[in-house]
């Protein structure tokens, strides 16, 4: 259980000190204090867990040097420390500037002290109120959790019911939805739009087939909710298992794609896609669609009427999607799942990402993380297809996982510096305009249409391109070099600032 520091700050005992938070402001609003310490010692970081309000004399911290008192600051947000309240009163002067400006940049709500409190009392009264807090929020979930016990008792484990006692009881919207985003039971008021809570996962057999969801107002107690879902999720599971028991090929199809999503890999890999009646060797591509925050159920059921023979997942904020493809299929064949993707997803502003084609099981992995790299990749361009292919973004991809910023900077410098500058001053989207072109074969009519341009307009910014990269590139075997860099430039790929060893 825990307190808004913004709570803290406005009243109670700390008050009387009158606290001025002079640093990391814009942590204070999300910033909530688990525990109240005091201590004058400054290595303190390394026994503090996180969620601490940290409060401090100040002698020793303002007797350090600025670059050590900059240090402190960040051993205590590597902890994750709430905030740290520094007692200024009687001493004449404010908090340095260097220690402020070190906890902007780490984003620790730095609190000075004005006059003297207490610190005990700071302590005794936050903390009491804490362990309160979490009293009251064991009550109400070992409560609730005799009072669905009884309900087992009197009524049978019927999942609906159960559910309805727990949005009853908690005052919130509670539903069960399965691993592929199936409805199973709902009960409370209907959530606001985009409105998410507190979820836990609900096991059958030992294997993930649910997920149990709270949903409250803007008012809702989340550690509340959170202790409460720790105390009835076996409940609900073993309403579960009795009414919506998966069969062991759905458990064994959902599994794998649990351990596809966590990089997984080996001997059981194999196993589960012999359950789930797919063959290991099969060449196959992985897919993801970024799920809707509403109205996810009738997508994934979209989705799954439009690929039939997929297998589908509901994984957090995704739905990754394991497309199976004929032994010696080439790229006709993934051209068509590309366009069935897009199919099932046209009109309803959703977006995703086809990963590239995966020889087996066992590069499955690998081709799901590819595809979120390329949706990612994807959302930052221009480009205005729905479902992104990663084939279409291979240097990007390449690029973070091969090339530091550095190399990146240099190879761009020496094929487009000049261009890059004169659209800098120009803001001629030349660049843009040479991807276009070259991606379009350097078929000028095909690149005016893309560009909504006249091909007189288009011509003369070719001629502008052509002067500032050293003259035409078709037949001089620069057409390669320029298409990597301008995809450099345009991929907003996500590099390393330092050299692979």
């Known amino acids: ?23 990391g402001q814009r942590a204070v609003e999300g910033a909530r204090v688990r525990w109240v310490h005091s201590s004058e010692v400054l290595e303190i970081a390394p026994l503090l867990s996180g969620g601490e309000l940290l409060l401090t004399g100040g002698a020793a911290l303002l007797a350090l040097k600025p670059g050590a008192q900059a240090e402190y600051v960040w051993s205590l947000a590597s902890r994750r420390v709430a905030a740290l309240a520094v007692e200024t009163a009687g001493s004449g002067r404010h908090l340095p500037a260097e220690l402020v400006s070190a906890a902007d940049e780490a984003g620790l709500p730095l609190i000075e002290l004005r006059q003297v ?36 008792a009197s009524s049978g ?22 691993t592929r985003g199936a409805l199973l039971a709902a009960a409370g008021p209907d959530p606001a739009p985009h409105a998410h809570g507190p979820d836990t996962e609900l096991t059958v057999g030992g294997i993930g087939a649910a997920r149990l969801e709270l949903v409250g107002g803007p008012q809702a107690d989340g550690e509340l909710l959170e202790t409460a879902l720790a105390r009835v999720r076996s409940i609900v599971a073993l309403a579960l298992a009795q009414q919506h028991r998966p069969s062991l090929a759905r458990l064994a199809e959902d599994e794998l794609l649990r351990l596809i999503g966590a990089g997984g890999g080996g001997d059981r890999l ?14 196959l591509a992985m897919a993801v669609i970024r799920r809707p925050a509403d109205g996810a159920a009738e997508f994934e059921q979209r989705a799954r009427t439009a690929l039939p023979t997929a297998l589908l997942i509901v994984d957090g904020a995704w739905v ?15 051209e068509r799942l590309l366009g069935m993707l897009r199919d099932s997803v046209e009109g309803k502003g959703l977006t995703g990402a086809l990963g590239p084609t995966a020889p087996t ?40 996982r091969s090339l530091s910023r550095g190399a990146v900077d240099a190879l761009v410098e020496e094929s487009l510096g000049e261009l890059i500058r004169l659209d800098q001053r120009t803001g001629g989207e030349l660049v843009r305009t040479l991807d276009v072109w070259i991606t379009a074969g350097c078929n000028a009519t095909d690149a005016a249409d893309i560009l909504f341009l006249e091909r007189q307009s288009l011509h003369k910014r070719l001629r502008r391109i052509f002067a500032a990269i050293g003259g035409d590139p078709r037949g001089r075997g620069k057409l390669g070099a320029l298409a990597f860099a301008v995809k450099l430039v345009r991929g907003n790929a996500q590099l390393r600032d330092d050299p692979r060893p």
């Not at 199976?324 to 790229?331: I, N, S, T, V």
């Open 320 to 334: 990754d999607i394991l497309l199976a493809l004929p032994a010696r299929a080439g790229h006709g064949e993934r």
């Open 117 to 152: 409190v207490p610190f005990v009392d700071v302590a005794e009264a936050v903390n009491r109120r804490i362990v309160s807090g979490q009293v009251h929020a064991l009550q109400v979930a070992d409560g609730l959790s005799q009072a669905l016990t009884e309900r087992i």
């Open 361 to 400: 099981i066992r590069q499955a992995a690998f081709s799901l993380a590819e595809a979120r790299a390329t949706w990612r990749i994807g959302r930052s361009s221009k480009w205005t297809d729905a479902i992104y292919d990663a084939s279409d973004f291979l240097v990007e991809r390449m690029a973070e």
């Open 1 to 23: 259980m825990s307190l808004p520091l913004i709570e803290i700050l406005a009243g109670g005992v700390l008050a009387s000190g009158a606290p001025v938070v002079v640093g």
């Open 270 to 283: 194999i196993e589960l896609c012999q359950a789930a009646g797919v063959a290991p060797d099969q060449p």
């Open 157 to 178: 484990a019927v999942l609906g019911p159960l559910v309805g006692l727990i949005a009853e009881t908690l005052g919130v919207h509670a539903r069960v939805v399965d």
